[in-house]
């Protein structure tokens, strides 16, 4: 099964599968198995692409990198961890948001705890325009993150028709003129327009 679909900077289209592996879209009826060594990953859930063009995969167990020649594996080594998401930041910094232990940063070689995101679900994550990283959670709403700054702006956004703290935030998007849409589960879709207040929201008004 295709869990998730992942356009690349060069225009190539990879598939993610529920069992560990990748498949190059070739054409528009034909998919081959990519020879990526992905053991012990389990399910692909999230691709991003980084500035070097290295290929990160979150997976159920782990995030792995892929140069085109090599894969490096990250995050292995922490106990009961269940990878979510993934996004990468134009400077080519990468973020992964956990099932259980809220969000994670890469420093250096190595994954760093995001703590003020404590062990909160993260099934999704954006790099908005300004280096901000959009943060999806699954029951708290959603956040703002400032890499530099190091702050967590919990909801920053009001909508008077659905209750965004309580919400699950499950797809971040950021169209052409930077206006920040979010999909809810059971609740619709919401979008954040920088040309006027609030949100404009289309769903079902629970």
């Given amino acids: 099964n295709v869990n998730t679909l992942f356009l690349r ?3 190539t289209l990879i598939a993610g599968t529920s069992t560990g592996g990748l498949l190059l879209v070739a054409s528009d009826n034909t998919a081959h198995q990519m020879a990526v060594d992905l053991s012990g990953a389990g ?5 991003a692409e980084d500035s070097q063009e290295h ?3 979150a997976a159920e167990n782990g995030v792995y990198c892929y140069d085109g020649k090599c894969v ?15 996004c990468t930041d134009r ?22 705890h995001v703590d003020a995101t404590g062990n909160a679900p993260v099934p999704a994550l ?8 959009l943060v999806g959670f699954d029951g708290k709403g959603f956040a703002v993150y400032n890499p530099l700054t190091g702050e967590l702006n919990m909801n920053p956004y009001f909508n008077h028709e659905v209750e965004l703290p309580k919400s699950k935030v499950y797809a ?17 879709i919401f979008k954040h327009s920088l040309s006027s207040s609030g949100f404009h929201y289309m769903g079902y008004k629970a």
């Fill in 9 to 11: 900077k060069d225009g």
């Fill in 43 to 47: 399910e692909v859930r999230k691709m």
């Fill in 55 to 57: 290929l990160w995969i």
């Fill in 72 to 86: 490096t594996t990250f995050m292995r080594d922490i106990a009961g961890i269940r990878v979510y998401s993934i």
């Fill in 91 to 112: 400077a080519g910094n990468v973020y992964v948001g956990t099932a259980n232990r809220g969000l994670y940063r890469k420093q250096g070689d190595q994954f760093v």
């Fill in 126 to 133: 954006y790099a908005d325009h300004e280096g901000h990283i």
């Fill in 172 to 188: 971040i998007a950021e169209d052409g003129i930077n206006n920040v849409w979010l999909g809810l589960s059971e609740k619709g």
